[in-house]
């Protein structure tokens, strides 16, 4: 397998100087391989994403002297393919539709007990309530979400690899660590379609990412991306979590850091290899 990596932002903001050093580290990984590295834009979130901001991306990312394969891929043309993974979950017996809004979640969670975990990667661990629905009974005003507990059963889990600094080492997936600090997450957001999850995991395995090189705060929402490749039946590549770039203050960025955008270096007449100096890669660009 062609050693693959791929950068994915989403069109929702600038690319600051987080998303050039995991897009530069992505190519400079696939380049020493002698490998491919692509490009893909995830603007599943049409509320959020912006044509204006996926032009920038491209010039930023050409201005740092990057290239990738055409046509990039882009999510919000790809909802057939994530229905029909959906499908496949759902047929499993997977799924259930959810009408709970934040404040009903917030109510049923009840005051925080000590030791019992409140957050996983997915946000608020959901409390359960309409895990009794039906998927035929979803409506437009519904998510849908994963029942772990069948999903865990379901699964012939996996381990994965990881190599990137801090977290290198074979990783097994843990079911009662899925049930207790990840729970029952949304693989269709409302009017989305898809969710990141569903939608990485579909289009890691269509792209034939065999690296995924992408920031540490992703790592915790990894054993979700390995557990619905296992019951999808797609690949696991190989994951490599880096570091992230952080502000004077230690704070990591944002993408309403305006102050560290791509485009605000360019137009105070920074140069790309000003840029890999800033968050310390070597100058070649392989
Ligand atoms: N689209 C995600 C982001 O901009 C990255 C997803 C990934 O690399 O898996 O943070």
């Given at each position: 397998m062609t050693f693959t990596t791929r950068f994915a932002p989403s069109p929702t903001g600038p690319l600051h100087l987080g998303h050039a050093y995991s897009a530069l580290l992505a190519h400079d990984m696939a380049m020493a391989k002698d490998g491919r590295f692509l490009l893909r834009i995830e603007d599943i979130d049409q509320s959020r994403a912006r044509p204006a901001w996926e032009v920038q991306i491209y010039e930023d990312l050409q201005w740092l002297g990057l290239a990738w394969p055409q046509p990039v891929m882009r999510q919000s043309d790809r909802m057939p393919r994530y229905r029909a993974a959906l499908r496949q979950l759902s047929a499993m017996g997977l799924t259930y539709p959810c009408r709970c809004n934040r404040a009903d979640i917030e109510a049923a969670a009840g005051a925080p007990q000590e030791?019992?975990?409140?957050?996983g990667p997915d946000g608020r661990i959901y409390?359960?309530?309409?895990?009794?629905?039906?998927?035929?009974?979803?409506?437009?005003k519904d998510v849908i979400r994963l029942n772990m507990e069948k999903a865990v059963q379901a699964a012939r889990l996996r381990s994965f690899t990881e190599t990137g600094p801090g977290f290198a080492g074979t990783r097994q997936l843990d079911p009662e660590q899925l049930i207790?600090?990840?729970?029952?997450?949304?693989l269709v957001r409302r009017s989305m379609g898809s969710s990141y999850h569903l939608s990485v995991v579909v289009d890691d395995a269509d792209q034939g990412i065999s690296h995924a090189v992408r920031?540490?705060?992703l790592f915790e929402a990894t054993q979700i991306h390995v557990l619905l490749q296992s019951l999808l039946d797609l690949p696991t590549p190989v994951y490599h979590h880096h570091r992230l770039i952080r502000d004077d203050a230690g704070k990591r960025l944002a993408k309403r850091d305006d102050a560290r955008a791509i485009a605000k270096y360019r137009t105070e007449g920074a140069t790309p290899r000003d840029i890999r100096k800033i968050v310390g890669l070597p100058a070649s660009s392989g």
């Amino acid at each position: 397998m062609t050693f693959t990596t791929r950068f994915a932002p989403s069109p929702t903001g600038p690319l600051h100087l987080g998303h050039a050093y995991s897009a530069l580290l992505a190519h400079d990984m696939a380049m020493a391989k002698d490998g491919r590295f692509l490009l893909r834009i995830e603007d599943i979130d049409q509320s959020r994403a912006r044509p204006a901001w996926e032009v920038q991306i491209y010039e930023d990312l050409q201005w740092l002297g990057l290239a990738w394969p055409q046509p990039v891929m882009r999510q919000s043309d790809r909802m057939p393919r994530y229905r029909a993974a959906l499908r496949q979950l759902s047929a499993m017996g997977l799924t259930y539709p959810c009408r709970c809004n934040r404040a009903d979640i917030e109510a049923a969670a009840g005051a925080p007990q000590e030791g019992v975990p409140q957050f996983g990667p997915d946000g608020r661990i959901y409390p359960g309530i309409c895990r009794g629905r039906l998927p035929s009974d979803a409506t437009d005003k519904d998510v849908i979400r994963l029942n772990m507990e069948k999903a865990v059963q379901a699964a012939r889990l996996r381990s994965f690899t990881e190599t990137g600094p801090g977290f290198a080492g074979t990783r097994q997936l843990d079911p009662e660590q899925l049930i207790s600090t990840v729970g029952d997450i949304i693989l269709v957001r409302r009017s989305m379609g898809s969710s990141y999850h569903l939608s990485v995991v579909v289009d890691d395995a269509d792209q034939g990412i065999s690296h995924a090189v992408r920031g540490a705060d992703l790592f915790e929402a990894t054993q979700i991306h390995v557990l619905l490749q296992s019951l999808l039946d797609l690949p696991t590549p190989v994951y490599h979590h880096h570091r992230l770039i952080r502000d004077d203050a230690g704070k990591r960025l944002a993408k309403r850091d305006d102050a560290r955008a791509i485009a605000k270096y360019r137009t105070e007449g920074a140069t790309p290899r000003d840029i890999r100096k800033i968050v310390g890669l070597p100058a070649s660009s392989g």
